[in-house]
């Protein structure tokens, strides 16, 4: 039921997205991140499902290379990802920025995807190279 839950909520983009209203509203913020994430996807939002996804070790592959994907993309030439709104919530109502979210749940969510599907994740089996496994 959890992985059904997230595939539905993933974006076009491939990634996923709310913001801390979903704490004091007690219901999903589908459009939380529509001001501060990149169309409707944030990088700590899609972090978070990649990981749980990876734990339930989800069969739809497709989707988790979608968010890995866009976690790639996200990732700046520096190596940090963006900075991209509140993501952290106490007390219901209290936003605070954890500025190292942004980096370590990235990280942390490529790692277990890799760890989970393998190194070749965010590559298309159906391109020339990996043909024999469509």
Same mark, same amino acid.
């Given at each position: ?29 589908? =459009? ?11 990088? /700590?939002?899609?972090? *978070? &499902? %990649? ?39 106490? =007390? ?11 980096? /370590?749940?990235?990280? *942390? &969510? %490529? ?24």
């Amino acid at each position: 039921k959890c992985c059904q839950y997230l595939l539905s909520q993933q974006r076009a983009n491939g990634g996923w997205g709310e913001d801390f209203t979903s704490c004091y509203d007690k219901d999903y913020a589908a =459009n939380g991140m529509q001001s501060y994430g990149d169309d409707g996807s944030g990088v /700590v939002n899609t972090a *978070w &499902a %990649l990981m749980a996804l990876s734990a339930a070790k989800c069969n739809d592959v497709e989707a988790v290379r979608k968010g890995v994907r866009y976690l790639m993309s996200r990732q700046l030439d520096c190596g940090d990802w963006p900075q991209e709104g509140i993501a952290g919530v106490f =007390n219901r109502a209290c936003g605070i920025t954890y500025t190292a979210y942004r980096n /370590v749940f990235p990280i *942390w &969510a %490529l790692g277990r995807c890799v760890a989970t599907y393998g190194d070749n994740i965010d590559k298309d089996p159906c391109n020339e190279e990996h043909k024999s496994k469509c």
